[in-house]
Antibody
Framework: QVQLQESGPGLVKPSQTLSLTCTVS??????????WSWIRQPAGKGLEWIGR???????NYNPSLKSRVTISVDTSKNQFSLKLSSVTAADTAVYYC??????????WGQGTLVTVSS | SYELTQPPSVSVSPGQTARITCSGD??????AYWYQQKPGQAPVLVIY???ERPSGIPERFSGSSSGTTVTLTISGVQAEDEADYYC???????????FGGGTKLTVL
């Protein structure tokens, strides 16, 4: 059973960079034809796809966030990561990591709340 | 950028049929997927490839597609179906994933 777990600071200051890591267990991140994705959800609002990374390392990003987002993978640690730069209060949200198989989000992390505030 | 449009809310009485629509220009080319999300939980897939139902999802959940609109139908709605429902698809190139704005299903 694949499991995903987000980790990272719960509080980030405005203009700084938000950094989160997703640790995958129960399977190798580099096996199979999967995308590894980040999704966020502001309180009381809908889901917003942030971007994804393929097992080969190729990436796709939400056009509205592309200039601020970097997703990378560390196969040796079975992890993938999100960096979102120049954050503002509008980036406050629950951030989920998830596996895409290949177009279905079939496994999700529990989500982690990141608050942007000084 | 590409958008999927859902009604913000749908209300039905127990035992009735709920229909939630999702509209987008690329839906004739790209499959749609539906997720159910209950408070404090991660979303759960209820329909994939427009009309396929994953194992473990009750038969009362079904999906259909017509042109630029896909529809999630819940027949014989139960109180436990009260949740937010999101459609998901991709833009015409397939490289950008998009979620609809979500529909809150209220069981009266």
């Amino acid at each position: 059973q694949v499991q995903l777990q987000e980790s990272g600071p719960g509080l980030v200051k405005p203009s700084q960079t938000l950094s989160l890591t997703c640790t995958v267990s129960g399977g190798s991140i580099s096996s199979g034809s999967y995308y590894w994705s980040w999704i966020r959800q502001p309180a009381g609002k809908g889901l917003e796809w942030i971007g994804r990374i393929y097992t080969s390392g190729s990436t796709n990003y939400n056009p509205s966030l592309k200039s601020r987002v970097t997703i990378s993978v560390d196969t040796s640690k079975n992890q993938f990561s999100l960096k979102l730069s120049s954050v503002t209060a509008a980036d406050t949200a629950v951030y989920y990591c998830a596996r895409m198989n290949p177009r279905i989000f079939d496994y999700w992390g529990q989500g982690t709340l990141v608050t942007v505030s000084s | 950028s590409y958008e999927l449009t859902q009604p913000p809310s749908v209300s039905v009485s127990p035992g009735q049929t709920a229909r939630i629509t999702c509209s987008g220009d690329a839906l004739p080319k790209q499959y749609a997927y539906w997720y159910q999300q209950k408070p404090g939980q991660a979303p759960v897939l209820v329909i994939y490839k427009d009309s396929e139902r994953p194992s473990g999802i009750p038969e009362r959940f079904s999906g259909s597609s017509s042109g630029t609109t896909v529809t999630l139908t819940i027949s014989g709605v139960q109180a436990e179906d009260e949740a937010d429902y999101y459609c998901q698809s991709a833009d015409s190139s397939g490289t950008s994933v998009v979620f609809g704005g979500g529909t809150k299903l209220t069981v009266l």
